[in-house]
Each structure stands twice: as structure tokens, then as C-alpha cells.
């Protein structure tokens, strides 16, 4: 009579999970799990490469930006006196912003650029 062998089976991590257990297993359905989690260990070094690759795209363009003076923005509080000195510049100014919505980022932008380059009107500054 042919018994089958119960093997200690551990993986180290699968999707940020240890796996273990002893298990009757059959020899087939054994290589079946191995070649499995061998796709997965190749599957999950594919994708460490490519966000690696990404990464290192993402910090290249980031210093490009700052050498050219593109920065992060930064969203910051702004008192219910200034976003209205922000809308009445905005819609002076061509761009649509509703009373009471979000301003949009490219408006705040826009009214940054105005303000350093001393375009705005006295009832316009902040």
C-alpha cells in the first residue's frame, strides 16, 4: 500500500503573509505548489523591478522639475477672506470658480504667479 508522505511546507511570504503547515501531499500535486509559488517569487521580482524602474523615472523627473523651478503645491488652510480674494481675482481673470466650490489647484497656481509677479489688484492681495 502506498502512503503519502506528510511534509512540512513554508513559504517565507506571500503577499506580505508567512504560509506553513504540514501536510499530506502527493508528489504531483507537490511540483504543482512549487511551480506555483517559483511564477509568483518571478512574478513578484518582475514587479520589484519595474516599480524600481519607476521609482528611479519619478526622482529623475522630480530633480528635473526642481532645476527648473517646478515645485510641489502645497495645500494649505486659507481663511474664508482669502479664498474670496482668490475667486474675485480668478473671475477678473478668465478662470471659472464657483462661490462656494474647491478651488482648483491651477487657480491657486495662476493667482501665485499674479501675486509674485505683482499683477494683482489692491483688492485682490492677501
Known amino acids: 500500500m502506498k502512503t503519502t508522505p506528510v511534509i512540512k511546507m513554508e513559504f517565507e511570504c506571500i503577499l506580505g503573509r508567512p504560509y506553513m503547515g504540514l501536510v499530506e ?3 504531483q500535486k507537490h511540483r504543482a505548489v512549487e511551480t506555483q509559488y517559483r511564477a509568483y517569487k518571478d512574478a513578484e ?9 519607476r521609482d528611479d523615472a519619478a526622482a529623475k523627473l522630480i530633480r528635473t522639475l526642481d532645476e527648473i523651478g517646478v515645485h510641489p503645491v502645497r ?4 481663511s474664508p477672506e482669502k479664498l ?9 481673470n478668465g478662470h ?10 491651477v487657480v491657486k497656481a495662476a493667482y501665485d504667479k499674479a501675486a509674485a509677479a505683482g499683477e494683482l489688484q ?3 492681495q492677501i
Not at 521580482?45 to 524602474?53: H, I, N
Not at 474670496?84 to 477678473?92: F, G, L, M, S, Y
Not at 471659472?96 to 489647484?105: A, D, F, L, M
Open 25 to 27: 501531499i502527493t508528489d
Open 96 to 105: 471659472e470658480v464657483k462661490p462656494k466650490s474647491r478651488i482648483p489647484v
Open 84 to 92: 474670496a480674494k482668490i475667486r474675485q481675482w480668478a473671475n477678473r
Open 75 to 78: 495645500n494649505e488652510k486659507l
Open 45 to 53: 521580482e518582475s514587479l520589484a523591478k519595474r516599480l524600481k524602474a
Open 122 to 124: 489692491p483688492d485682490e
